[in-house]
């Protein structure tokens, strides 16, 4: 009797995804302070762990900076390509996160190299952010601590939702296409393999 009222967060993540619009509204910016407050925890964590260990910066001034922005442009704009491509979907919605997501499968653009590539965008301007605020701790331990955290989300919330809500494609799509890390994409079932 009791296993009938146990909802998964998968299931929940379902039933938001394949309910009414006005549920999906509601959700989405309480998803968007969740994920800003952990944002804002990674930062303010990052800064008193450097600051109560004494680490030196990562790199000069200049240089830091210089790092920094140049990850941060590259990070928010690969992020923003991914909300163009969502938002442009057919039936539209989406704009990452898992309560408001496109209404259809994304395989096109950076899809097309790597199932996540917000999460890639979201370490690529966060390394970067590390860059200008000189912290090692964000670099090296709390970017790395957030994105496992995203990594366990996804494993166990949004690809079991996704498995769900468009079957046989999305199963297809996550054996041919990598999580994180780009590579060349499948054509018509076969990889291309480069000649020697």
Do not use: Q
């Amino acid at each position: 009797m009791r296993k009938a009222w146990r909802m998964s967060l998968a299931d929940l993540v379902y039933s938001v995804t394949t309910g009414p619009e006005w549920r999906r509204r509601l959700l989405t910016p309480v998803a968007l302070v969740i994920v800003a407050g952990l944002l804002l925890l990674l930062v303010s964590g990052s800064l008193l762990t450097d600051r109560a260990l004494g680490l030196p910066r990562l790199f000069p001034e200049g240089l830091g900076l210089a790092i920094g922005i140049l990850l941060v442009v590259a990070g928010v704009s690969f992020h923003l390509w991914c909300v163009v491509l969502f938002k442009k979907t057919p039936g539209g919605g989406g704009i990452g996160v898992p309560f408001n997501p496109p209404r259809e499968l994304v395989i096109r653009g950076p899809y097309a190299w790597v199932r996540n590539p917000m999460v890639t965008a979201f370490f690529v301007w966060l390394s970067g952010l590390a860059f200008i605020l000189h912290s090692i701790s964000m670099l090296l331990v709390w970017t790395p601590v957030f994105l496992a955290g995203m990594v366990i989300e996804l494993k166990y919330v949004e690809e079991p939702e996704l498995e769900r809500r468009f079957g046989m494609p999305y199963r297809e799509y996550k054996a041919r296409v990598p999580m994180f890390v780009p590579r060349r994409p499948v054509r018509h079932g076969v990889e291309r393999r480069p000649t020697r």
